[in-house]
């Protein structure tokens, strides 16, 4: 009994250090991107800029008798690093929606351990998809959906939370025979 309590002590310890750890580096990402974005909108207005002034400049540059291919290709060179700086904050951006990914993973699966869990952790099992998994009490079972951060429902749960919530839920047997294999649908006893 005392190592039982041990054991849960340590895995909740370690998952507190790895949702911490977690939670930096999203604050950390999640900096680096809002930078990015920033950086970006700046780029996009240089360009339409970059843009608007070689059109503007090539007549003027005639006029004055400015080599404009070189002017151009000037503009131009610069124009392909405003695009390479795009392309890295695209990626940037990849990066940060994977992190919340991994983030959310990871608690959906330290979820039933946490000190806030509601029920009894052990009677919590895993599903996956297209519901996290369902908890079995004693007098009910509730299907459970864990979310991080401002994460919302798929519209495939949204469904199975409406079937749910209206009722549309059933027992099935299913039987493996030798000769043939059945299904028995168990009616509900509504009072």
Known sequence: MQIAGIAEVLAL???????????????????????????????????????????????????????????????????????ELQDKYATLMNQKKSSEVRLGQIGEHIAPFLHDWPWESKNFRFLGNPVDGIQFNEDELVFVEIKTGKSQLSKNQRVIRDLIKEGKIRWAVFRIGEDKCSVKYEEREDG
């Open 13 to 83: 310890a370690i998952s507190i250090i790895v949702l911490v750890w977690l939670f930096f580096k999203y604050v950390e990402e999640k900096g680096k991107a809002r930078e990015a974005e920033v950086r970006n909108e700046e780029y996009e207005k240089r360009i339409g800029a970059l843009d608007e002034a070689i059109i503007a400049h090539k007549d003027y540059a005639t006029k004055c008798g400015i080599d404009y291919q070189t002017v151009a290709k000037n503009l131009e060179e610069e124009h392909k690093l405003l695009e």
